[in-house]
């Protein structure tokens, strides 16, 4: 057992503990996985000290199981989380994210004459490279790459 | 000292703590609060068991300390919040929330046809009535209250 002090966010008994979030893409991840929708307990740390990533989120869902395919789309702003399952207190599985190589409806078309930004049609694309992120819209071929690349808000 | 199993995020030496938000409102506490641009650490529960609120949410900013008239902002939407101002990790101050008389920015305008819907233009609001909410637009005078308030999202 940790000590309390480092323990910033309390354990769960069941669920998903989401780790090593940059401080930056926390509030992307939620809104990607929709806990603003979700009645369950979360709990939430950022800007802890990481030495791996300067500052880090973490985030705790108690009674919350994830599909794979959902996971997956958080990738996109946060590639390298933890992702650990948790039974009775124990880590029962331990889980990787990976950019799925078809996104929909998720990022914003770069290119604002793309269908996508001039009528409702919900953006896809065909993912190109993981590192650094390159994404060809489906719809007009232009790139969205990690430098221009806008999450739509699920909310 | 609490038990841990009760403090669901850990206590903090210095800082701000807001407690009793009701769950529905906590994101838009967040976004209100601009707390996706701050650097300090953060601390999030949400969909906790309350008596009072049956589910609510809590805060804790580690060395953030708020202006009465930011704090005053989230009233719209978190009224009966708790604040508490945590100094050397006692509460040396209690403070409560109150909608100000004239709200800039911070909601939309009901009114489809008013300048701020059409233009560039920040809302501005004076306040007719807290409980239930009543605003009325200074421009177009049209009434926006609690059933239609939309908080725009600072992001």
């Given at each position: 057992?940790?000590?309390?002090?480092?323990?910033v966010?309390?354990?769960?008994?069941?669920?998903?503990?989401?780790?090593?979030?940059?401080?930056?893409?926390?509030?992307?991840?939620?809104?990607?996985?929709?806990?603003?929708?979700i009645?369950?307990?979360?709990?939430?740390?950022?800007?802890?000290?990481?030495?791996?990533?300067?500052?880090?989120?973490?985030?705790?869902?108690?009674?919350?199981?994830?599909?794979?395919?959902?996971?997956?789309r958080?990738?996109?702003?946060a590639?390298?989380?933890?992702?650990n399952?948790?039974?009775?207190?124990?880590?029962?599985?331990?889980k990787?994210?990976?950019?799925?190589?078809?996104?929909?409806?998720?990022?914003?078309?770069?290119?604002?004459?793309?269908?996508?930004?001039?009528e409702v049609?919900?953006?896809?694309?065909?993912?190109?490279?993981?590192?650094?992120?390159?994404?060809?819209?489906?719809?007009?071929?232009?790139?969205?790459d990690?430098?221009?690349?806008?999450?739509?808000?699920?909310r």
């Open positions: 057992m940790k000590d309390r002090k480092q323990l966010v309390s354990a769960i008994k069941d669920g998903t503990v989401i780790d090593h979030i940059p401080a930056k893409a926390l509030f992307k991840v939620i809104d990607i996985l929709g806990l603003d929708h009645e369950d307990q979360i709990t939430f740390g950022t800007n802890l000290e990481s030495k791996k990533l300067g500052k880090k989120g973490i985030m705790k869902l108690s009674g919350v199981f994830f599909k794979q395919e959902d996971l997956d958080i990738a996109l702003v590639p390298d989380v933890k992702v399952i948790i039974r009775d207190y124990e880590v029962v599985e331990k990787v994210v990976e950019i799925p190589e078809i996104i929909k409806g998720l990022v914003k078309c770069v290119n604002p004459m793309c269908i996508t930004n001039k049609v919900r953006t896809k694309f065909e993912l190109l490279s993981r590192h650094p992120v390159s994404l060809k819209c489906h719809y007009c071929e232009k790139i969205t990690a430098n221009n690349m806008v999450i739509i808000s699920s």
